[in-house]
T-cell receptor
Framework: AQSVAQPEDQVNVAEGNPLTVKCTYSVSGNPYLFWYVQYPNRGLQFLLK????DNLVKGSYGFEAEFNKSQTSFHLKKPSALVSDSALYFC???????????????WGLGTSLAVNP | KAGVTQTPRYLIKTRGQQVTLSCSPISGHRSVSWYQQTPGQGLQFLFEYFSETQRNKGNFPGRFSGRQFSNSRSEMNVSTLELGDSALYLC???????????FGQGTRLTVV
């Protein structure tokens, strides 16, 4: 079965420090991985995705994520956090349809990131 | 391009009533998905429509239904509202071949 885990409900980091938001997944075959961000009372905004190719993916607002197949992880990173990065972050995965997965996106429960000035 | 538009933004209904939410996707996007978001359960998939056909369905009771029109606009209906239906309902659209979805700002439904 397809699943996604975001092991931390909340991450706190000081402004200017690097940040990491963790995500691990389980799917059959090759994964399609996504990160989204949600600001209060807003919809989700797409940050980045991994489909194939380089394991390090760069996205919006200076975020990047590293796909690690052996650890089945797709952690979101940013070298220097900003207060404005404080938001709710969601990881999502969809399995390769040709490997027998359905087309549904499976979502993590979200990680609340707080960047302190 | 205009983004995904959901109406209304906020709604208060009484238990037992029914409600219809609307979603206009990005122009050219034929896939529309609906999600329920609550603090304890995260994002729960309701259903996905493509070219007026329901392509995927989540594990929600039959009180939750949807449809898609020929212009790709979609509506979601919840009948016999329960207090537990209070949530943020999100709509997302995508081109069928594209893999990322674009979300609307959501409709905040409160059932009292």
């Amino acid at each position: 079965a397809q699943s996604v885990a975001q092991p931390e409900d909340q991450v706190n980091v000081a402004e200017g420090n690097p940040l990491t938001v963790k995500c691990t997944y389980s799917v059959s075959g090759n994964p399609y991985l996504f990160w989204y961000v949600q600001y209060p009372n807003r919809g989700l905004q797409f940050l980045l995705k991994y489909i194939t190719g380089d394991n390090l993916v760069k996205g919006s607002y200076g975020f990047e994520a590293e796909f690690n197949k052996s650890q089945t992880s797709f952690h979101l990173k940013k070298p220097s956090a900003l207060v404005s990065d404080s938001a709710l972050y969601f990881c999502a995965v969809r399995g390769d349809y040709n490997a027998g997965n359905n087309r549904k996106l499976i979502w993590g429960l979200g990680t609340s990131l707080a960047v302190n000035p | 391009k205009a983004g995904v538009t959901q109406t209304p933004r906020y709604l208060i209904k009484t238990r037992g009533q029914q409600v219809t939410l609307s979603c206009s996707p990005i122009s050219g996007h034929r896939s529309v998905s609906w999600y329920q978001q609550t603090p304890g359960q995260g994002l729960q998939f309701l259903f996905e429509y493509f070219s007026e056909t329901q392509r995927n369905k989540g594990n929600f009771p039959g009180r939750f239904s949807g449809r898609q029109f020929s212009n790709s606009r979609s509506e979601m209906n919840v009948s016999t509202l329960e207090l537990g239906d209070s949530a943020l309902y999100l709509c997302a659209s995508k081109e069928d071949l594209s893999t990322e979805a674009f979300f609307g700002q959501g409709t905040r439904l409160t059932v009292v």
